[in-house]
């Protein structure tokens, strides 16, 4: 790391400001020496190259050669920073790096993840594999048509209840909410967002006992469990959109004489709806991969199960689940199947994500000339 | 159609504040009223009084009559949603809708109420509004664009196209220059003068020029100190209030020696 600084201090400092006269002192002030722009790149290229001779020297593996090589560079960026330019910009730089590096341990997980699922997961994918469902399969062969059927009917049946709830109850909380029971609501719905998911698939399975006696399994069931996880995140999200709608317009509509639920209506869930639509879809996401509340409730099947008031339904996180650990014999076709039903589930959240994008791109508030 | 507005013995508070003290005044029909006084006085909340607007914020209530062509707007069976319907409103800040067009933003009176009209019905409102807001030259190509596209004085004036398009008796004018350069200040100060023929309008603004411009009449309101009632001072012509005022404080506060 010396040699930079030593190259970098040797420019003379006379070659920043021209002549000289009344206005010099003022350039000496304003203008400070800066670093060349490739300079945080090559101090970052000698960093590595230091941390892979270490590593080679020594025997570390990969992790700890990054690790070395990371720490010094925000060292070396932050010394040579501060002897070329000051303080204030060797603070900068060093943050810059800092947060960098966060995003790019950010990262790491996700685009490891998404590789894995991909390379384990591509394979499993074939016609059948969405055609078919387990019914009399063994060992080759069967696919995740009724665990997809299963997964889209139990999510949207709990995305039916949760969204007219979460929705109306954020308006109360935005709109009417006043006093002790605002105050209560809002409370239980921040309790809510943290019930563990197994606790609400046993909610939903002692509730549907109580009516049908035990050993009861329905797809309908795995619905109620996931909207209790979901009720709260569409309240949340909902209310924080509610909340962005300026109040101006809701004056401006009541001028024009128009009723408070209209006002409601047309104009404040109108203007907020791109940011609650987007909400509903993050919620989905967030109940879509939910496996233990399913794996109580709905149970798992073989078969094709469209009635989700009667008896058991496969999902795709229950499939997977059930796939991976208990394979059977040969093991290898069930765990490519559970790895594709698990990259499968991940495009459905994918083209959610994507749906979600067109819907608050076509009702955001239009802007442009 | 326009009509004229009597108010007795008005309180307005918010909450147990008591805002506005014991105001008593008639404004007349088809004329300009501002209102000036310093900031805190009451002048928007009395303003806001006149279209019960202001119990749209928690807590808020008024006391007293606001007669207006001899319906008392605060009786009993009185529907807010209806005495809003007869006295529009624009405010400090234009505020069209952004989720619609211009044209949308026109109608929005209609369209937000479900009001069934023909397309040519709805044309022809969107273009005598736009026109008597002295803006449709200026949009007539463009009226599928948004609202929140157009500069600051366009917009106001989208505004008030938009609360003329319900046809109200009474116009309500909150500050509606205070965000406006000169140039458009003085497109909306010939504009007023122009809806003054069909509308009664009541102005409230803080530039004592354009009170002298615009306005027939004008009230003075003030304060004795902070946490005291606002007071309506005087009311009279404009002409006297600015040249020859009976009570000293107006003339303080006119000529400049308020405070």
């Known amino acids: 790391m010396t040699p930079p600084t030593q190259t970098l201090e040797q420019r003379p400092g006379a070659d920043g400001p021209r002549g000289s006269g009344p206005l010099n002192t003022q350039d000496q002030a304003l203008h400070t020496r800066t670093l060349p722009r490739f300079a945080p790149l090559g101090l970052l290229a000698v960093a590595t190259a230091v941390s892979v001779g270490i590593s080679l020297a020594l025997g570390w593996n990969r992790a700890a050669m990054v690790v070395v090589a990371a720490i010094l560079y925000l060292v070396a960026i932050n010394l040579v920073s501060r002897s070329v330019e000051n303080g204030r910009r060797a603070t900068d730089r060093t943050v810059t790096g800092l947060v960098t590096i966060a995003f790019l341990i950010a990262l790491l997980p996700l685009t490891t993840l998404l590789y894995t699922v991909l390379s384990n997961g591509l394979g499993a994918l074939s016609g059948e594999f969405f055609s078919a469902s387990m019914r009399n399969i063994i060992g080759e062969g069967g696919g995740i048509y009724h665990a997809i059927w299963g997964t889209l009917i139990v999510t949207g049946l709990a995305t039916l209840m949760s969204v007219p709830i979460g929705v109306f109850s954020a308006i109360y909380l935005v709109e009417y909410g006043k006093g002790a029971l605002a105050r209560w609501i809002t409370f239980l719905v921040d309790v809510m967002t943290g019930i563990p998911s197994i606790v609400a698939g046993l909610f939903a399975y002692a509730l549907f006992v109580l009516f049908l006696g035990p050993g009861v399994r329905s797809g309908f069931g795995g619905a109620v469990a996931l909207s209790v996880l979901m009720v709260p995140v569409v309240v949340r999200a909902t209310e924080e959109m509610l909340k962005l709608v300026p109040n101006e317009l809701r004056e401006a509509s009541y001028a024009l004489g128009v009723p408070r639920w209209r006002t409601i209506v047309k104009v404040v869930l109108r203007t907020a709806s791109a940011g609650i639509a987007t909400g509903v879809t993050l919620a989905v996401a967030r109940v879509i991969g939910e496996t233990a509340p399913l794996l109580v409730i709905a149970g798992s099947t073989d078969s094709v199960n469209f009635n989700p008031f009667d008896g058991r339904m496969a999902t795709l996180p229950v499939f997977t689940f059930y796939a991976y650990s208990e394979p059977g014999v040969p093991a290898e076709f069930s765990v490519e199947r559970a790895w594709g039903a698990a990259l499968v589930l991940i495009l459905i959240v994918l083209v959610l994500n994507l749906i979600a994008r067109l819907i608050s791109r076509a009702y955001s508030p239009k802007t442009g000339r | ?259």
């Open chain 2, 1 to 259: 159609m326009a009509k004229s507005i009597d108010v007795t013995d008005l309180d307005i508070y918010y909450g147990d504040f008591k805002a506005v003290e014991d105001v008593n005044v008639t404004i007349p029909a088809k004329q300009v009223t501002a209102f000036i006084g310093p900031s805190g006085c009451g002048k928007s909340t009395f303003l806001r009084a006149l279209n019960r607007m202001h119990e749209v914020i928690p807590g808020a209530y008024v006391d007293g009559k606001v007669l207006v062509d001899g319906q008392d707007l605060y009786a009993v069976e009185v529907d807010p949603v209806a005495v809003r319907r007869q006295v529009g409103m624009v405010f400090q800040r234009p505020n069209p809708f952004p989720t619609m067009s211009i044209y949308e933003n026109v109608i929005a009176g209609m369209r937000l109420n479900n009001t069934k009209m023909k397309k040519s019905e709805a044309d022809d409102v969107v273009e005598s509004a736009l026109r008597a807001a002295n803006l449709w030259v200026e949009v007539n190509e463009r009226l599928a664009r948004p609202g929140s596209g157009l500069s600051g004085g366009q917009q106001q004036r989208l505004c008030i196209a938009r609360a003329i398009a319900v046809q109200p008796q009474v116009l309500l004018m909150d500050e509606p220059c205070s965000a406006l350069d000169p140039i458009s200040t003085s497109a909306i100060e010939d504009l007023i003068h122009e809806l003054k023929a069909n509308y009664t309008i009541v102005i409230v603004t803080h530039n004592m020029q354009q009170a002298a411009r615009v306005s027939d009449d004008t009230a003075f309101f003030n304060l004795s100190g902070t946490g005291k009632p606002g007071r309506l001072i005087e009311f009279g012509e404009t002409r006297k209030i600015f040249s020859n005022p009976d009570e000293k404080a107006t003339e303080d506060y006119i000529s400049g020696r308020f405070g």
